[in-house]
C-alpha cells in the first residue's frame, strides 16, 4: 500500500501513501513505526495539506481555477501548495520573513510560486498582515491560513491517520506526533480516538515551547532550534485542541540534535530535528507501554517524520550541537 504501482498522470498522484517503518531502537516488547514523510514529492508531509485544502476550495468554489493562494509560510507548507497549485492551475504567493531557508524559497519559485519577503524584525505577524493585505487587493484571491483551517487537520484525519491503520491492520495503541500548526496530530488523534477511545495520544514540542501550557505566557523569541515544531503563541494555534490530547512530551535541542545522527547512522534515516523530537518521544512512550504505566490497548506505537535532513544541511544540522546552535 505504500507504492504506487500503475503508472500515474501527474505527480499530485504521488501525494501520500508514504511508507511506514519500524524506529529499530524501540524497546523489545513494543513497535514504534514512523510515518516517512520525505517520500512525498516536495519531500515533507505538508504536500498532504496543499493537495487536500487546495482541492477542498475548488471543490467548494472558495477558489476558482485561474485564482491565486496566498499563505504566509516560511518552509515545507509553501512547497506543499505551490506543488499543488501549480498542477491545479492556480496561481501561489508566499510571503516569508527574509531570515527563512533560502532554499526553501527557491524551491517555492522553482514551482512556480512568486516569493514575497518581508523583513526579519518585523516577524511572522506582518508576513501574515501582508498576506492578508495581498488577499484584498486581489480579486480571486483566498489565505488558506493553515494555523486555523480546519481543512489541514481533515487532510490528515482523510488520508494520513487511514493509511496508517490499513498498514497495521487496525492495532494502534499510541499515536505520538510533533505539533507545529498540530494539524497532523489533530487530524490524526481524531481519527484513533473514533477507532477506539482509549488510544493514547501524545503531543511533541521543543523544550521552550507552550503548548503544553495551552493557556500560557507568550514569549516573542525562539527559544530552541529544533524547526518545524511549537508554538510561542497560543492565540494562534487554533487548531491544537487539548482535550485530544494525554500528554505533551518536550524534548531538548541537544537530544533532537543527537538522535538526527543516531537515526541516520544506526537506522539510515535521513530526517530532521522535528523527526528526531518525535522519534525520542514516541520511544519514550514505548517505554511506558512497556514498563504498564501507561494502559494503551496495543503494543505499538505510529509517529510522523515530517521531513528529511538534506533541507538542513546548510544549517548544520550533522555539524556538532554548537556549531548547529549557532
Ligand atoms: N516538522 C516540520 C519540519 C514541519 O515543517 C512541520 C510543519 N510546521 C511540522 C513538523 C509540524 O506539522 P504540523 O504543522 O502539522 O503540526
Same mark, same amino acid.
Given at each position: 500500500?505504500?507504492?504506487? #504501482?500503475?503508472?500515474?498522470?501527474?505527480?499530485?498522484?504521488?501525494?501520500?501513501?508514504?511508507?511506514?517503518?519500524?524506529?529499530?531502537?524501540?524497546?523489545?516488547?513494543?513497535?514504534?513505526?514512523?510515518?516517512? #514523510?520525505?517520500?512525498?514529492?516536495?519531500?515533507?508531509?505538508?504536500?498532504?495539506?496543499?493537495?487536500?485544502?487546495?482541492?477542498?476550495?475548488?471543490?467548494?468554489?472558495?477558489?476558482?481555477?485561474?485564482?491565486?493562494?496566498?499563505?504566509?509560510?516560511?518552509?515545507?507548507?509553501?512547497?506543499?501548495?505551490?506543488?499543488?497549485?501549480?498542477?491545479?492551475?492556480?496561481?501561489?504567493?508566499?510571503?516569508?520573513?527574509?531570515?527563512?531557508?533560502?532554499?526553501?524559497?527557491?524551491?517555492?519559485?522553482?514551482?512556480?510560486?512568486?516569493?514575497?519577503?518581508?523583513?526579519?524584525?518585523?516577524?511572522?505577524?506582518?508576513?501574515?498582515?501582508?498576506?492578508?493585505?495581498?488577499?484584498?487587493?486581489?480579486?480571486?484571491?483566498?489565505?488558506?491560513?493553515?494555523?486555523?483551517?480546519?481543512?489541514?487537520?481533515?487532510?490528515?484525519?482523510?488520508?494520513?491517520?487511514? #493509511?496508517?491503520?490499513?498498514?497495521?491492520?487496525?492495532?494502534?495503541?499510541?499515536?505520538?506526533?510533533?505539533?507545529?500548526?498540530?494539524?497532523?496530530?489533530?487530524?490524526?488523534?481524531?481519527?484513533?480516538?473514533?477507532?477506539?477511545?482509549?488510544?493514547?495520544?501524545?503531543?511533541?514540542?521543543?523544550?521552550?515551547?507552550?503548548?503544553?501550557?495551552?493557556?500560557?505566557?507568550?514569549?516573542?523569541?525562539?527559544?530552541?532550534?529544533?524547526?518545524?515544531?511549537?508554538?510561542?503563541?497560543?492565540?494562534?494555534?487554533?487548531?491544537?485542541?487539548?482535550?485530544?490530547?494525554?500528554?505533551?512530551?518536550?524534548?531538548?535541542?541537544?537530544?533532537?540534535?543527537?538522535?538526527?545522527?543516531?537515526?541516520?547512522?544506526?537506522?539510515?534515516?535521513?530526517?530532521?530535528?522535528?523527526?528526531?523530537?518525535?522519534?525520542?518521544?514516541?520511544?519514550?512512550?514505548?517505554?511506558?507501554?512497556?514498563?504498564?504505566?501507561?494502559?494503551?490497548?496495543?503494543?505499538?506505537?505510529?509517529?510522523?517524520?515530517?521531513?528529511?535532513?538534506?533541507?538542513?544541511?546548510?544549517?548544520?544540522?550533522?555539524?556538532?550541537?554548537?556549531?548547529?546552535?549557532?
Amino acid at each position: 500500500m505504500t507504492t504506487h #504501482e500503475r503508472p500515474l498522470g501527474s505527480v499530485l498522484d504521488t501525494v501520500g501513501r508514504t511508507p511506514l517503518v519500524a524506529v529499530q531502537a524501540a524497546p523489545d516488547e513494543v513497535s514504534v513505526y514512523a510515518k516517512l #514523510e520525505s517520500f512525498n514529492p516536495g519531500a515533507s508531509v505538508k504536500d498532504r495539506i496543499g493537495k487536500y485544502m487546495l482541492e477542498a476550495m475548488l471543490d467548494r468554489g472558495e477558489l476558482e481555477p485561474g485564482g491565486t493562494v496566498i499563505e504566509p509560510t516560511a518552509g515545507n507548507t509553501g512547497i506543499g501548495f505551490a506543488l499543488a497549485a501549480g498542477q491545479l492551475d492556480v496561481d501561489a504567493v508566499f510571503v516569508v520573513p527574509e531570515r527563512f531557508s533560502v532554499e526553501k524559497q527557491q524551491l517555492m519559485r522553482a514551482l512556480g510560486a512568486e516569493v514575497i519577503n518581508t523583513p526579519t524584525e518585523d516577524g511572522m505577524e506582518r508576513a501574515i498582515d501582508r498576506a492578508y493585505e495581498l488577499a484584498d487587493e486581489l480579486d480571486d484571491a483566498v489565505v488558506p491560513q493553515q494555523f486555523g483551517n480546519p481543512l489541514n487537520a481533515e487532510a490528515h484525519y482523510e488520508t494520513t491517520a487511514p #493509511e496508517i491503520y490499513e498498514a497495521l491492520d487496525g492495532q494502534v495503541g499510541a499515536i505520538v506526533a510533533g505539533c507545529g500548526t498540530a494539524g497532523t496530530l489533530m487530524g490524526m488523534a481524531q481519527y484513533a480516538r473514533e477507532q477506539d477511545p482509549d488510544t493514547y495520544v501524545a503531543a511533541v514540542e521543543p523544550e521552550g515551547s507552550l503548548y503544553s501550557e495551552f493557556e500560557g505566557a507568550h514569549p516573542d523569541e525562539d527559544e530552541y532550534k529544533i524547526e518545524g515544531i511549537g508554538t510561542h503563541d497560543t492565540d494562534t494555534n487554533e487548531l491544537f485542541d487539548p482535550t485530544l490530547v494525554d500528554d505533551v512530551v518536550q524534548v531538548s535541542d541537544r537530544a533532537a540534535h543527537a538522535e538526527v545522527s543516531r537515526l541516520a547512522g544506526e537506522e539510515g534515516q535521513l530526517v530532521a530535528s522535528s523527526a528526531a523530537a518525535a522519534s525520542i518521544a514516541a520511544q519514550g512512550v514505548a517505554d511506558r507501554i512497556a514498563s504498564g504505566e501507561i494502559d494503551a490497548p496495543y503494543d505499538t506505537v505510529v509517529t510522523v517524520f515530517p521531513d528529511s535532513s538534506e533541507r538542513y544541511l546548510s544549517k548544520g544540522i550533522y555539524r556538532s550541537f554548537e556549531e548547529w546552535e549557532g
